[in-house]
Nanobody, 122 residues
């Protein structure tokens, strides 16, 4: 059974930082790209960042560039997202997702984790 378990969320002040993690099991982790998606209260899912199967390429939503960093450790079957310069509109549930790239485009997200809550507030 494919499982993805996110952790690391919490309450942080504006301008602060967090590191989120995703532990993967039940599939060959380094055969697949991975993605972070978030969902703010009352809004639909928003793509945050993706990374290729071997970690050689990273892709970010425009508003995340320079603030967030996606990475993976294939030896540990883990995916990370480092969040910096956080602001109130980053408040959301953050999910990791197993990803199929079509060419260079992250296109299919067939399994998601349960999510971890990030709240940015003073």
């Amino acid at each position: 059974e494919v499982q993805l378990v996110e952790s690391g969320g919490g309450l942080v002040q504006p301008g602060g930082s967090l590191r989120l993690s995703c532990a993967a099991s039940g599939f060959v982790f380094d055969d697949y790209g991975m993605t972070w998606v978030r969902q703010a209260p009352g809004k639909g899912p928003e793509w945050v960042a993706s990374i290729t199967f071997n970690g050689n390429r990273e892709y970010y939503a425009e508003s995340m560039k320079g603030r967030f960093t996606i990475s993976r450790d294939n030896a540990k079957n883990t995916l990370d997202l480092r969040l910096g310069s956080l602001r109130s509109d980053d408040t959301a549930i953050y999910y990791c997702a197993k990803t199929l790239f079509i060419g260079t485009v992250p296109s299919r997200f067939d399994v998601w984790g349960q999510g971890t809550q990030v709240t940015v507030s003073s």
